[in-house]
């Protein structure tokens, strides 16, 4: 039996010799490259997280102090050290652990989404609970990476904690210089240069030491620390964490196991905020993603635009794009690769932005950009979106201005679960005024509608398209207004059923078009191509067929389903509409298949219930015409 298996919680750490925390490193080590080189998952991060979170667990004691992870992908180690190593082998299958921490898993696990930047108000509202509930021997420790520390909501919280000078709060910030990639900006630069200036810390002990054995050393070290900060700004640069008034620790090395265990001890005791900066490697342990340069295998498999992807295919159209544009420019917030703009910056240097974790920024400088005179095209995981809806619908949509918002991984993504589902983006776009959504169906309408979209040039556009390989491509066989027809009922069926699908929900309903075509039920299948504003040639279609029936892979309320029932109610359409979608709920995680068949969006699941809406219709219809022929027996014989 291996040390690790002998873990079942944290307490279990805190007798440990240094000789077995560095073997029981080790073991975690090898657990994670062979764990997630077979599921999948986020290796690079927890790699270079092993020693740290050991230190973190045999310092505080969790579940009474409270350990929040920003975005999360890196709690691997955590979920290791609490319970949970005979479950490991699950990791993000169908049923099995989660890619984050998980209420229902642990104790142990408290914040859930994996949405950055945003651990540090979490423990700030923390510790001030636990203050007015009178528990001050609890302990807030928020774990933060220096690509999180770039979003404006970790510095918002930290003006904040500055000024709670009471609570108990431990911030670590885990400085590997990388985020998704390497860290962009300003603040990177800062902590890079912290990692090559020697400590002020170390003067300050040799003068204290000195000074303290002379006549007068007390009052003159007194007047000497007063003016430390002088000292600081000269012998190492990250003054701007005191000068918010929050203690700061570091940098210290976060795989000396020892040296960062002291470090929190000293950090705990404080009684007050306190910053701990911490320098690790990405992928330390496993020379493949030490030597990775794209991203120290952030993710396994790489999360890259790979070759035949939707993200790869709306990649290579921008660089098309870009060679007759000059005036496209591209803003991505840390997924440059993931998105698909690898190409486009190779291509164009000068012309892409990664602005970091920072989504809202990132929609407030595309308006900006648009302004200026040129056309943002904004690339974004769908999910991600929501943290910038405030400056799409006032800074953007308001303005009337040209800004494309691409969002990749709309939609079920599969295993990295609720808080990675793209599930809101559909809803939310259709309450911004002026807002022109487009669902390519296959790679070729990936091409063609982003095209449109950066012709737009009176208000904003969203193309969106999901995570993974695109299908074959399905041509029209007649148009519809602006829309595709992709089939029409076969010979000897009627008009019974109006299917429009979004996206590649069209594709599928040309399989639930075969199977109802199989119980005598002819379909219409239509691709909208702009899901808002709906092509009004859907209202004089409508009126032709028996039942409308609207699929999307977006959450039911307030997307493309009831904007195709409120068009038609605009229009005293009395034809019955079905919309079929997502439930409002947060999903789990599990193949893109497996979620879609755990909430019935499949073709063997819609055409059943498609089928039970006709015969109900059917049967309708028979009972209107009952009362008629009743009255017609009744009438005299003229």
Sequence with gaps: MTLLECINGPEDLKELSQDQLTRLAGEIRDLLIETTTRTGGHLGPNLGVVELTIAIHRVFDSPKDRIVFDTGHQSYVHKLLTGRVARFGTLKQYGGLTGYPCQAESVHDLVENSHASTSLSYADGLAKAYK???????????IIGDGALTGGMAWEALNNIAAAKDSRLVMIVNDNGWSYQP???????????????????NVLDYIKTTLSRAPLGGPLYGTL???????????QPQVMFEDLGIKYVGPIDGHDERMVENALRRARDYGAPVLLHVITRKGLGYPEAEQNTDDRLHQVPAAGALPGTWSRVFGDEMVAIGARRPDVVAITAAMLNPTGLTQFAAAYPSRVYDVGIAEQHAMTSAAGLAMGGLHPVVAIYSTFVNRAFDQTLMDVALHKLPVTIVLDRAGVTGPDGASHHGMWDGSIMQLVPGMKIAAPRDAKRVAELLNEAVEVSDGPTVVRFPKGKVGGEVEAVAKLGGMDVLRTPGAGLGTDVLLAGAGPMALMGLEVADR???????VTVVDPRWTKPL??????????????????????????????????RDHDVDVPVKTFGLPQEFLSHGTREQVLDEVGLTPQHLARQITEAVARRSSGDARDKVPEAAAAERRPVE
């Design 132 to 142: 007015l509930r009178g528990e001050p021997d609890r302990t807030v420790v928020a």
């Design 516 to 522: 109802l075509a199989g119980h005598g039920i002819g």
């Design 183 to 201: 860290t962009i900006g300003g603040l990177a630069e800062h902590l890079a240069a912290i990692r090559v200036t020697q400590r002020y810390e």
């Design 225 to 235: 620390h007063g003016i430390k900060k002088g000292i600081k700004d000269v012998l």
């Design 535 to 568: 092509d009004e040639a859907l209202v004089g279609a409508a009126r032709q067929h028996r039942l409308v029936v609207a699929v999307e892979d977006n959450g039911r309320v307030g997307g493309f389903g009831d904007a195709v029932s409120r068009l038609l």
